[in-house]
T-cell receptor, first 112, second 113 residues
Framework: DVKVTQSSRYLVKRTGEKVFLECVQDMDHENMFWYRQDPGLGLRLIYF???????EKGDIPEGYSVSREKKERFSLILESASTNQTSMYLC???????????FGPGTRLTVT | GENVEQHPSTLSVQEGDSAVIKCTYS??????FPWYKQELGKRPQLIID?????GEKKDQRIAVTLNKTAKHFSLHITETQPEDSAVYFCAASTTSGTYKYIFGTGTRLKVLA
């Protein structure tokens, strides 16, 4: 069974703080993704990675960066958190392109 | 940019009735169309998917149809049950830039007992 875990379920940070969200998958998947989920907006892709040390911008990358130093781990970084980054963040992984994405449980981030 | 439109945003049906959710995509090169179900407080999970070389796919009470010419695809749930209540997301692959998925905005389905 594929397992995707995220470092925190709930996180509260202050404006201007640097925030790290971590995602780990245990199925040797090549591809990893970060989405944010907001009511009425669905799932929007922030960044994704098809290989170690590789990253691609998604549809809403502004204010975010990522790191993938190991195949199983994909980190999302908010360099200077802002209130408009309050959201649910979902990590996902897939074996290959055009295959099922497995999602983590999500991190609900609140920036005050 | 490429996008996926999903309708309706909310849908209420009586238990036992059918539910249909529709999505339209813009990238004519899209070739993979998954549907995800997200129950309250849980992660999205794949329930069915279809590839562009197939027009319809069924799995028990759920089915997906694809019309490549019109660039739309639909999720059909028959004999709905209370446990079908959830948010459903459609998605379409796109090769605009790098291969990735674009998700619809979701449909909240309520099955009334």
């Amino acid at each position: 069974d594929v397992k995707v875990t995220q470092s925190s379920r709930y996180l509260v940070k202050r404006t201007g703080e640097k925030v790290f969200l971590e995602c780990v998958q245990d199925m040797d998947h090549e591809n990893m993704f970060w989405y944010r989920q907001d009511p009425g907006l669905g799932l929007r892709l922030i960044y994704f990675s098809y290989d170690v040390k590789m990253k691609e911008k998604g549809d809403i990358p502004e204010g975010y960066s990522v790191s993938r130093e190991k195949k199983e781990r994909f980190s999302l970084i908010l360099e200077s958190a802002s209130t408009n980054q309050t959201s649910m963040y979902l990590c996902a992984s897939s074996l290959a392109r055009g295959r099922e994405q497995y999602f983590g449980p999500g991190t609900r981030l609140t920036v005050t | 940019g490429e996008n996926v439109e999903q309708h309706p945003s909310t849908l209420s049906v009586q238990e036992g009735d059918s539910a249909v959710i529709k999505c339209t995509y813009s990238d004519s090169a899209s070739n993979y169309f998954p549907w995800y179900k997200q129950e309250l407080g849980k992660r999205p999970q794949l329930i069915i998917d279809i590839r562009s070389n197939v027009g319809e796919k069924k799995d028990q009470r759920i089915a997906v149809t694809l019309n490549k010419t019109a660039k739309h695809f639909s999720l059909h749930i028959t004999e709905t049950q209370p446990e079908d209540s959830a948010v459903y997301f459609c998605a379409a692959s796109t090769t605009s830039g790098t291969y990735k998925y674009i998700f619809g905005t979701g449909t909240r389905l309520k099955v009334l007992a």
